[in-house]
């Protein structure tokens, strides 16, 4: 009854085009798998038991609520975590006992079915992940508790949606590199393609990129962030997505898929942040007294101008792709852009029609500089194994373990 509420409930607005500031891919779900059968009489019932009934629980929500009850998903899947960790453990040689299945929230006909505790424990945090961005996106789109009368989202949900990125991250950091490289390549071949080493790396770095795109923002609304603390932010955001599109095309990109829908989001995203470098990278020039910096700082601005006419067809591209989403108020950084871009090159024309018309043979842009990347993913540690394996306390059809186990022995 309270699934079929909550659906009524949230209907209207899950039939929506959404908005995507920040792009998650396709949510999965666990999907009815066989704990009782494959750990029958080697853990205790009410062991087994919790592990089934905590991992329901998450599927019930997420396809109650489409995957919008984030707090409610984050909070089941972080006590599943302690309870799954005993089936990774080595001194229970448990890890391929039990079949897990995941689906996809919007196609549950596409079903991963793999023999491992470790995918289990992947498939957990991947999803902690996404729903984090989930929760980043949600700070950045416009309704009355986050956006000012003409759409701008508060300094205050700006600065939390730069943690929760972070936070995001370190879940997908995680994923990437302390349980993927740790796979065996045959279970590695099996996982879904969003959950390839390269697309979680790309997701991470995506993440950290469009943290520091906020922190741009907000130091574009400081009056003490000086033009090279911005030109700085610029750079490093056009490397982090820089750095995403390269972990991406290390995947084949299906034409049609999930995976097209994200490198269309990284390209739009990529073409913004090298706008913004070369427009904050003008200004620096434009401050130098040398007439050839303010050539060289026009054909930045001009180049900002390009780019950004790019981005607009690229943002266009994203938004049409399957599954199709609105496209975005033009915020922070390239809303600066928008208004004070066409102005500068008004001005400067004037000023340097002559000698760029004289310099007409050169056609080389100059060099952005490079700087030492600022943010990283958030550590993230697994939690404590959960006291319900402690083996001591175990009993199993109404014997301790050990003289279950020792049993065992002797009729083999």
């Known amino acids: 009854m309270g699934c079929s509420t909550s659906l009524l409930r949230r209907n209207k607005k899950m039939a929506a085009v959404p908005e995507v500031v920040v792009f998650v891919p396709a949510l999965q ?62 001194e229970f040689d448990f890890d391929e ?84 490289t740790n796979l065996s390549s045959e ?45 700085r932010l610029a750079c490093e955001q056009l490397t982090y997505f820089s750095q995403a599109h390269h972990q991406l095309t290390a995947s084949e990109i299906d034409e049609d898929g999930a995976i097209k829908k994200h490198s269309l989001f990284i390209r739009w995203k990529y073409l913004e942040a090298k706008a913004a470098a070369y427009y904050f990278h003008g200004m620096v020039l434009d401050k130098a007294k040398e007439p050839s ?21 690229a943002c266009l591209s994203f938004c049409l792709a399957a599954p199709v989403n609105r496209i975005p108020p033009v915020r922070g950084t390239m809303r600066h852009l928008y208004h004070q871009l066409p102005e500068i090159i008004s001005r400067k024309s004037t000023v340097c029609g002559n000698m760029l018309e004289q310099d007409k043979g050169s056609h080389e842009l100059p060099d952005l500089p490079e700087f030492q990347l600022s943010l990283r993913p958030d550590d993230y540690e697994l939690p404590a194994l959960s006291t319900e394996w402690n083996r001591d306390d175990w009993e199993i059809l109404g014997q301790p373990l050990k003289n279950h186990l020792e049993d065992e022995g002797k009729t083999s």
């Open 29 to 90: 779900v666990p999907s009815a798998s066989e704990h009782q059968r494959a750990l029958r009489g080697l853990v205790p019932a009410s062991l087994i038991e919790q592990l089934a009934a905590v991992r329901d629980r998450i599927t019930l929500v997420a396809e109650c609520t489409g995957g919008s009850a984030i707090t409610e998903l984050k909070h089941a899947l972080e006590e599943y975590l302690p309870l799954l960790l005993g089936l990774t453990k080595k």
């Open 97 to 180: 006992l039990v079949e897990f299945k995941w689906k996809y929230l919007d196609n549950k006909q596409k079903e991963t079915c793999i023999s491992s505790s470790w995918f289990e424990l992947l498939s957990v945090i991947y999803m902690l992940g996404l729903l984090t961005l989930s929760e980043a996106n949600s700070l950045l789109i416009s309704n009355e508790h986050s956006a000012s009368e003409d759409g701008a989202i508060s300094g205050d949900s700006t600065r939390n949606a730069v943690d929760v990125l972070l936070k995001a991250s370190g879940y997908l950091e995680f994923c990437a590199r302390s349980i993927v």
């Open 187 to 231: 279970i590695a071949k099996k996982l879904p393609r969003d959950m390839q080493e390269s697309i979680l790396e790309a997701l991470c770095i995506q993440a950290l990129g469009q943290a520091t795109e906020l922190q741009l923002g907000l130091a574009i609304e400081s009056q003490k962030a000086t033009l090279s603390v911005k030109r």
């Open 293 to 313: 910096s303010h050539v060289s700082a026009m054909r930045c601005f001009l180049a900002a101008e390009e780019l950004i006419s790019e981005s607009k067809k």
